[in-house]
């Protein structure tokens, strides 16, 4: 799971509208949350919100923000790539001439750099308030108390979790879209990877707290899921029951007034023909899959300890590809891994070619200190780049084809958001469509403007590079249709 699968305002921190902020009131005191990386890190950030909330303060209006009127901000770290680090350290930096200018305001430092960092952090910025882990979400309120009473940086990580974070308050980014994490940590031992050391090893909820969870999301207005985990279809295993993530599928698929239910991210090597038949034939799954190939070559998935090889990866995806032929499904890919040839890169290029992703998120392997791949031996920084460029540009021309499939094909969008600031003039709205495609919409002449929450079936008239454009004509016959 990374931020790149996630537009702009879904990948947006924690923000008030106004309607929740105590009418003006800064309660304990006004917060605002930067989040960096991955839906479980978004996700985290709504428990985040939740917990300051209960403890009685308020988050900040998007003006509030904008004007840096908070006294409490809190950035939830990333530790996936190489520049995390730097990343956290510049970003506590800017904070800091916020503070010059507001010495009342607290800033807070949580997720996964701050579960690898923390004494470092607390040491080199002794203006942080608290430091706390991806496993202490619950103990911010207390460490910014503390901290008011001592004026010290208060630290809180710990590496067994005692509770789930869904255990927590939540303060929901999104009304119609919501995330529902099903499991946390990592039992898999990728070289290259981070993850089981900031998350733990993997740990899955009950079905029951899963399924009770979604239902009262739906309740209060969701419309639409994202099941999260690390690994999300070895779901179950830790208690024996294989089929438990193609079970929770089917049962979600049970819940009256969800439309839409999506995950991320499975493992190819777990990825099993009951989930496959789960998603085929369970109405309200969407079949959109992010499935993470990282390479195409044999040799190279074996020393990043991937537990499949390429021949099995194309073998799931042409059985996901025959029970579901519209599925659109995005992949990641690592360029430059050490030890990686010429014929090693290659291979990479055949799979790709082969497997025609809709989308890649591609990287340039960056070794993280603690993994086994930042020992072995790296490749020149030249040489990595000009295969990245090879690969990116074979993707794109695939991706275009892609988006060229659907035009002149009827889509039906659930509207996420509307673009920009004049859209009462322009009309354009926008939202996804059922595998997943970002689409924007412009609404005809004459008809009424959706809402978020809504859907809207539309014709496709045009394809960018990574989204669609429907700017359907009524006369001459194309569709607009819009279900409340």
Same mark, same amino acid.
């Given at each position: 799971?990374?931020?790149?699968?996630?537009?702009?305002?879904?990948?947006?921190?924690?923000?008030?509208?106004?309607?929740?902020?105590?009418?003006?009131?800064?309660?304990?005191?006004?917060?605002?949350?930067?989040?960096?990386?991955?839906?479980?890190?978004?996700?985290?950030?709504?428990?985040?919100?939740?917990?300051?909330?209960?403890?009685?303060?308020?988050?900040?209006?998007?003006?509030?923000?904008?004007?840096?009127?908070?006294?409490?901000?809190?950035?939830?770290?990333?530790?996936?790539?190489?520049?995390?680090?730097?990343?956290?350290?510049?970003?506590?930096?800017?904070?800091?001439?916020?503070?010059?200018?507001?010495?009342?305001?607290?800033?807070?430092?949580?997720?996964?750099?701050?579960?690898?960092?923390?004494?470092?952090?607390?040491?080199?910025?002794?203006?942080?308030?608290?430091?706390?882990?991806?496993?202490?979400?619950?103990?911010?309120?207390?460490?910014?108390?503390?901290?008011?009473?001592?004026?010290?940086?208060?630290?809180?990580?710990?590496?067994?979790?005692?509770? *789930?974070? #869904?255990?927590? @308050? !939540? &303060?929901?980014?999104?009304? %119609?879209?919501?995330?529902? /994490?099903?499991?946390?940590?990592?039992?898999?031992?990728?070289?290259?990877?981070?993850?089981?050391?900031?998350?733990?090893?993997?740990?899955?909820?009950?079905?029951?707290?899963?399924?009770?969870?979604?239902?009262?999301?739906?309740?209060?207005?969701?419309?639409?899921?994202?099941?999260?985990?690390?690994?999300?279809?070895?779901?179950?295993?830790?208690?024996?029951?294989?089929?438990?993530?193609?079970?929770?599928?089917?049962?979600?698929?049970?819940?009256?007034?969800?439309?839409?239910?999506? *995950?991320? #991210?499975?493992? @190819? !090597? &777990?990825?099993?023909?009951? %989930?496959?038949?789960?998603? /085929?034939?369970?109405?309200?799954?969407?079949?959109?899959?992010?499935?993470?190939?990282?390479?195409?070559?044999?040799?190279?998935?074996?020393?990043?300890?991937?537990?499949?090889?390429?021949?099995?990866?194309?073998?799931?995806?042409?059985?996901?590809?025959?029970?579901?032929?519209?599925?659109?499904?995005?992949?990641?890919?690592?360029?430059?891994?050490?030890?990686?040839?010429?014929?090693?890169?290659?291979?990479?290029?055949?799979?790709?070619?082969?497997?025609?992703?809709?989308?890649?998120?591609?990287?340039?392997?960056? @070794?993280?200190?603690?993994?086994?791949?930042?020992?072995?031996?790296?490749?020149?920084?030249?040489?990595?780049?000009?295969?990245?460029?090879?690969?990116?540009?074979?993707?794109?021309?695939?991706?275009?084809?892609?988006?060229?499939?659907?035009?002149?094909?009827?889509?039906?969008?659930?509207?996420?958001?509307?673009?920009?600031?004049?859209?009462?003039?322009?009309?354009?709205?926008?939202?996804?469509?059922?595998?997943?495609?970002?689409?924007?919409?412009?609404?005809?002449?004459?008809?009424?403007?959706?809402?978020?929450?809504?859907?809207?079936?539309?014709?496709?008239?045009?394809?960018?590079?990574?989204?669609?454009?429907?700017?359907?004509?009524?006369?001459?016959?194309?569709?607009?249709?819009?279900?409340?």
């Amino acid at each position: 799971m990374n931020e790149d699968m996630m537009t702009e305002v879904e990948r947006a921190s924690i923000a008030a509208d106004g309607t929740d902020s105590l009418l003006g009131e800064r309660g304990k005191g006004v917060f605002h949350i930067h989040t960096l990386g991955c839906q479980m890190n978004v996700h985290d950030s709504e428990r985040i919100a939740g917990v300051l909330e209960a403890d009685g303060y308020v988050p900040a209006t998007q003006e509030q923000i904008d004007a840096h009127d908070f006294d409490v901000i809190v950035l939830n770290t990333c530790a996936v790539r190489e520049n995390a680090a730097e990343r956290m350290y510049g970003t506590i930096g800017l904070f800091n001439r916020i503070k010059l200018q507001r010495p009342n305001l607290q800033i807070a430092v949580g997720g996964c750099m701050a579960q690898l960092d923390r004494e470092r952090i607390a040491k080199r910025k002794p203006w942080v308030a608290a430091v706390f882990g991806t496993k202490n979400i619950e103990d911010l309120p207390k460490l910014l108390d503390q901290n008011r009473l001592t004026d010290k940086p208060q630290v809180r990580v710990s590496d067994q979790l005692q509770e *789930f974070p #869904s255990q927590l @308050p !939540a &303060a929901r980014a999104s009304r %119609v879209s919501s995330w529902v /994490a099903i499991s946390v940590g990592c039992n898999n031992t990728c070289t290259f990877c981070i993850v089981p050391t900031t998350r733990g090893k993997e740990k899955d909820r009950r079905p029951g707290d899963v399924l009770a969870e979604i239902r009262k999301c739906v309740a209060d207005g969701a419309k639409e899921v994202t099941l999260l985990g690390q690994n999300v279809n070895s779901y179950g295993y830790g208690i024996g029951d294989r089929y438990a993530f193609s079970k929770l599928l089917r049962a979600c698929g049970e819940i009256e007034g969800l439309e839409r239910v999506r *995950f991320t #991210s499975p493992h @190819p !090597a &777990a990825f099993t023909d009951d %989930v496959i038949a789960a998603m /085929a034939e369970t109405p309200n799954i969407m079949h959109q899959l992010h499935f993470p190939l990282q390479s195409g070559s044999d040799r190279i998935l074996r020393a990043m300890r991937r537990s499949y090889r390429s021949a099995k990866f194309l073998d799931i995806l042409g059985r996901i590809r025959a029970a579901m032929p519209d599925a659109q499904i995005s992949t990641d890919i690592i360029v430059g891994f050490p030890g990686e040839t010429e014929e090693d890169f290659q291979a990479t290029l055949d799979v790709v070619r082969k497997a025609r992703f809709s989308t890649a998120f591609m990287f340039i392997y960056s @070794p993280r200190p603690g993994t086994p791949a930042a020992s072995m031996e790296q490749i020149p920084r030249d040489v990595v780049q000009e295969r990245f460029d090879r690969l990116v540009a074979l993707q794109e021309e695939i991706t275009q084809e892609n988006m060229e499939s659907f035009v002149g094909r009827d889509v039906e969008v659930m509207i996420t958001g509307k673009l920009g600031k004049k859209d009462s003039d322009t009309h354009r709205v926008s939202g996804r469509e059922k595998t997943g495609v970002l689409v924007h919409i412009g609404v005809p002449e004459g008809q009424p403007v959706p809402e978020v929450g809504d859907f809207v079936t539309v014709t496709v008239t045009h394809a960018g590079r990574h989204n669609l454009l429907a700017d359907p004509d009524i006369a001459a016959g194309q569709t607009y249709s819009v279900r409340h």
